[in-house]
C-alpha cells in the first residue's frame, strides 16, 4: 500500500469498532487530522486479549489491543482531538460544532444502529466515508454480515460516501474474507474485515483509482438478524467462544 498524503477528519463513538479502526489506520499511515469522539464509556469486551492478523500489503503484522484506549492512538497520530458536546450526531448542536471542525472528509463510525439525518448531510459542510458489515448492494441494512455467512460463509464490508439512503451511497471498495472458526465475529472478525475495506477505499481515493461499482445484484435491505438464525451463522463459521 503506498504512503497516504491525504489527510481525513473521523467521527467516533466510543467502541471496540472505532477502536479497531484507529488502529488500523495508524498501522498503514493514515494521516488524521481532526478526530471527534462522541461522549460515552468505551465500550469493554472482557473476553478480548490482543491479537494480531497479516495483510498481503504490508511485511509487518497488524496488532490489535482492545485495552488501548481512542485518545491514546488519536494522540499518538498527532490527531486535534475534540470531544463533541451532544452525544446525538443529529442534533443543531452536534452540527454546528462539526461546521466549526476543519476539513471536508471524514470517516464515520457513529454509534451501531444511529443513521446521519438529511440534515448533517446537508448542513455540516463535511462528506462521510462509512464502512458497512456487508457486500452492498446485495447485503444492506442491519448485521447484514451474518446473512452472507448463512449464505456464502463469507464477511463483507463495502465503504460508501453517505447519502440520505440506507446503505445506497457511492460504493469505493468492497472487501469479502471467509468467517475464522473461533474469533469473535462481532466485536473482532467484522471490524477487521470493515477496517480493511476502509483502508482499500482510502487507497484508491488517494491513487484515485476508479471505485468498486455497485455489483448487478437484487438489494436486500436486512433488519437486526434474529438470534436463532445469528446462532446458525455462528454455527456455519465454526465459531465457538463467546455467547450465542
Given at each position: 500500500?503506498?504512503?497516504?498524503?491525504?489527510?481525513?477528519?473521523?467521527?467516533?463513538?466510543?467502541?471496540?469498532?472505532?477502536?479497531?479502526?484507529?488502529?488500523?489506520?495508524?498501522?498503514a499511515?493514515?494521516?488524521?487530522?481532526?478526530?471527534?469522539?462522541?461522549?460515552?464509556?468505551?465500550?469493554?469486551?472482557?473476553?478480548?486479549?490482543?491479537?494480531?492478523?497479516?495483510?498481503?500489503?504490508?511485511?509487518?503484522?497488524?496488532?490489535?489491543?482492545?485495552?488501548?484506549?481512542?485518545?491514546?492512538?488519536?494522540?499518538?497520530?498527532?490527531?486535534?482531538?475534540?470531544?463533541?458536546?451532544?452525544?446525538?450526531?443529529?442534533?443543531?448542536?452536534?452540527?454546528?460544532?462539526?461546521?466549526?471542525?476543519?476539513?471536508?472528509?471524514?470517516?464515520?463510525?457513529?454509534?451501531?444502529?444511529?443513521?446521519?439525518?438529511?440534515?448533517?448531510?446537508?448542513?455540516a459542510?463535511?462528506?462521510?466515508?462509512?464502512?458497512?458489515?456487508?457486500?452492498?448492494?446485495?447485503?444492506?441494512?442491519?448485521?447484514?454480515?451474518?446473512?452472507?455467512?448463512?449464505?456464502?460463509?463469507?464477511i463483507?464490508?463495502?465503504?460508501?460516501?453517505?447519502?440520505?439512503?440506507?446503505?445506497?451511497?457511492?460504493?469505493?471498495?468492497?472487501?469479502?474474507?471467509?468467517?475464522?472458526?473461533?474469533?469473535?465475529?462481532?466485536?473482532?472478525?467484522?471490524?477487521?474485515?470493515?477496517?480493511?475495506?476502509?483502508?482499500?477505499?482510502?487507497?484508491?481515493?488517494?491513487?484515485?483509482?476508479?471505485?468498486?461499482?455497485?455489483?448487478?445484484?437484487?438489494?436486500?435491505?436486512?433488519?437486526?438478524?434474529?438470534?436463532?438464525?445469528k446462532?446458525c451463522?455462528?454455527?456455519?463459521?465454526?465459531?465457538?467462544?463467546?455467547?450465542?
Open positions: 500500500m503506498k504512503e497516504f498524503a491525504r489527510n481525513y477528519g473521523i467521527i467516533l463513538a466510543p467502541t471496540i469498532r472505532s477502536k479497531m479502526y484507529v488502529q488500523m489506520l495508524r498501522f499511515g493514515v494521516p488524521i487530522n481532526q478526530a471527534v469522539i462522541l461522549n460515552g464509556e468505551e465500550q469493554k469486551a472482557r473476553h478480548l486479549k490482543k491479537c494480531s492478523f497479516d495483510f498481503d500489503w504490508s511485511s509487518k503484522r497488524f496488532v490489535f489491543d482492545p485495552d488501548v484506549s481512542l485518545i491514546d492512538v488519536l494522540e499518538d497520530m498527532g490527531a486535534d482531538v475534540h470531544v463533541a458536546p451532544d452525544p446525538d450526531v443529529n442534533s443543531s448542536k452536534f452540527i454546528e460544532f462539526l461546521s466549526s471542525i476543519p476539513g471536508r472528509d471524514f470517516i464515520y463510525s457513529g454509534k451501531p444502529g444511529v443513521l446521519l439525518d438529511a440534515s448533517v448531510l446537508s448542513d459542510g463535511k462528506r462521510f466515508l462509512h464502512a458497512h458489515g456487508g457486500r452492498a448492494p446485495r447485503y444492506s441494512g442491519s448485521t447484514a454480515f451474518y446473512y452472507s455467512i448463512l449464505e456464502e460463509g463469507l463483507g464490508a463495502t465503504v460508501f460516501w453517505m447519502n440520505q439512503g440506507i446503505d445506497t451511497g457511492e460504493i469505493v471498495a468492497i472487501v469479502e474474507r471467509p468467517a475464522r472458526p473461533s474469533l469473535d465475529i462481532d466485536f473482532i472478525q467484522d471490524p477487521l474485515v470493515r477496517g480493511e475495506a476502509l483502508l482499500k477505499a482510502l487507497s484508491c481515493l488517494q491513487n484515485g483509482e476508479v471505485p468498486d461499482r455497485a455489483r448487478t445484484e437484487q438489494r436486500v435491505a436486512y433488519h437486526v438478524i434474529h438470534p436463532v438464525l446462532s451463522a455462528l454455527r456455519k463459521a465454526k465459531y465457538t467462544s463467546g455467547n450465542i
